[in-house]
């Protein structure tokens, strides 16, 4: 089954920015702390930001402190990620990721923590 499935990546200058969203089936999307996370060309998978199953706690890395935003939206059942000043490093596949049954203010920042991924979304930053 598809359960995760991003969309909005794409090519932008440096200083511009991007949204990314994440579908999640609603069976998963309930009962999930979401997060996002990136692979560089070259370079291991990386935690970005991560949302609580209640939606009111998040944790973001060094990196993405300050420009990024992680977001739910429970009436669509989507996980937003929207990112600002975007600099060739940020460059990356994305990839969005369901911890699922996980407790209601917890948030999640290791890749092993989390069951259920996406297949990514290309970001591509031209300077």
């Known amino acids: 089954q598809v359960q995760l499935v991003e969309s909005g990546g794409g090519l932008v200058q440096a200083g511009g920015s991007l949204r990314l969203s994440c579908a999640v089936s609603?069976?998963?999307?309930?009962?999930?702390?979401m997060g996002w996370f990136r692979q560089p060309p070259g370079k291991e998978r990386e935690f970005v930001a991560a949302?609580?199953?209640?939606?009111?706690?998040?944790s973001y890395a060094n990196s993405a402190k300050g420009r990024f935003t992680i977001s739910k939206d429970n009436g669509k059942n989507t996980v937003g990620l929207q990112m600002n000043d975007l600099q060739p490093e940020d460059a990356a596949i994305y990839y969005c990721?369901?911890?699922?049954?996980?407790?209601?203010?917890?948030?999640?920042?290791?890749?092993?923590?989390?069951?259920?991924w996406g297949q990514g979304t290309q970001v591509t930053v031209a300077s």
């Open positions: 990721a369901a911890r699922t049954n996980a407790i209601a203010l917890s948030v999640y920042a290791e890749g092993q923590e989390y069951d259920s």
């Open positions: 609603r069976r998963i999307f309930s009962r999930s702390g």
């Open positions: 949302i609580s199953r209640s939606g009111t706690v998040t």
